[in-house]
């Protein structure tokens, strides 16, 4: 399981690695159009055609996504009362995101009225950006409980080995949640853009270093150990 090529294979069959992958592709895209439509409105025209199709597939891949949410509700709610709460804000914030991400996708398809692109779009992103607002509270509830317990294990008088390893899976389990933040408040600046439109939001390069960041975090996060 070390090497590189089986762990690339088993990132690439799991929806959220072929996911993360065509939105690194999306948001060079959406770069490349920024950077080359003064100069070369040709090369741009095409890079702006990726990044339509790329975003367009990643709307087919989410297709039943809001069952994630559904189901953690369903099966995890939360260990205690704050987290119960928190969690159904956030996990019916991201399921009406992907729910009507379905009928934004096939209105942009052309299967529904193009008209209706706006508006779901619009419901869309609000469900996105509450649901990632909540995700990040959670992380950062468990990042300082994180950090609390490893200040109580470092102030025990043992320096064994099963504290020393408890240590370092506090740590990874740190690292990985602050991947999280990092995409949620990317992603949320995305919503953000389409919520409320403002040139700091819509800029060509705030969405694509945004995209990237997401992309990049999921990356990390969802990558084989």
């Known amino acids: 399981m ?6 690339l294979v088993i990132f ?20 490349l159009v920024w950077h080359l439509e003064t100069n070369k409105p040709n090369v741009a025209h095409r890079a702006k055609q990726c990044e339509v199709a790329s975003g367009l597939s990643r709307k087919a891949f ?13 099966r995890n709610p ?6 119960r709460f928190l969690s159904v804000f ?17 209105s942009r398809t052309g299967v529904l009225d193009a008209k209706l692109a706006k ?5 869309s992103a609000f469900g996105e950006s509450l649901g990632y607002v909540f995700f990040c509270v959670i992380e950062f509830i468990m990042i300082k409980e994180g950090i609390e317990e490893e200040r109580r294990i470092r ?13 370092k899976k506090i740590r990874v389990d740190r690292v990985m949640r602050l991947m999280a933040v990092a995409a949620n408040l990317a992603d949320l600046i995305i919503g953000l853009a389409e919520i409320e439109p403002n040139p700091f ?4 390069v705030t969405l694509g270093i945004s995209g990237l960041v997401s992309a990049w975090a999921g990356w990390y996060r969802n990558w084989p150990s």
């Open 12 to 31: 690439l069959a799991k929806r959220d690695g072929i996911d993360k992958l065509v939105k690194t592709f999306q948001y060079v895209s959406k770069l």
């Open 155 to 167: 102030s025990l008088a043992s320096g064994s080995k099963e504290n020393g390893n408890e240590i």
């Open 62 to 74: 989410r297709t039943g996504r809001f069952l994630t949410g559904f189901n953690a509700l369903r």
């Open 201 to 204: 939001c819509n800029h060509a």
């Open 78 to 83: 939360g260990s205690t009362p704050t987290f």
């Open 119 to 123: 508006k779901m779009s619009f419901i």
């Open 2 to 7: 070390n090497d590189k090529v089986d762990k």
């Open 90 to 106: 956030a996990n019916a914030g991201e399921m009406v995101y992907f729910f009507f991400d379905h009928f934004l996708w096939l």
